[in-house]
């Protein structure tokens, strides 16, 4: 049974910083294409961002590119995300999941999500 569990968020002031965490069981993240999306009340989920399989190759939304940085440490079988200066339109449930392939975009291509983690950025 895979699972995936996110942690890490919480209240910030703007201009703060975070780590996300998701931690994985079942299936590696070594080898596997993921993703990390967030949902704002009343807004859809939107792709936040992605590492290729081979950790190589990194992509972001335009609205973090330049603040966050997504990685994965294979030893302990979880992806991060290193959330810096944040703003108050960061503030979501931040989830993550394995990509299943096509558009890395998409939250329709990934499964396996975790149950979120919330992020509040506070003016």
């Known amino acids: 049974q895979v699972q995936l569990v996110e942690s890490g968020g919480g209240l910030v002031q703007v201009g703060g910083s975070l780590r996300l965490s998701c931690a994985t069981s079942g299936r590696a993240v070594s080898g596997n294409a993921m993703g990390w999306f967030r949902q704002a009340p009343g807004k859809e989920r939107e792709f936040v961002a992605h590492?290729?399989?081979?950790?190589?190759?990194?992509y972001y939304a335009d609205s973090v590119k330049g603040r966050f940085t997504i990685s994965k440490d294979n030893a302990k079988n979880t992806m991060y995300l290193q959330m810096n200066s944040l703003k108050p339109e960061d503030t979501a449930v931040y989830y993550c999941a394995f990509h299943n392939g096509g558009s890395l975009k998409d939250s329709a291509r990934y499964n396996y999500w975790g149950q979120g983690t919330q992020v509040t950025v506070s003016s």
């Open positions: 590492i290729t399989w081979g950790d190589r190759f990194t």
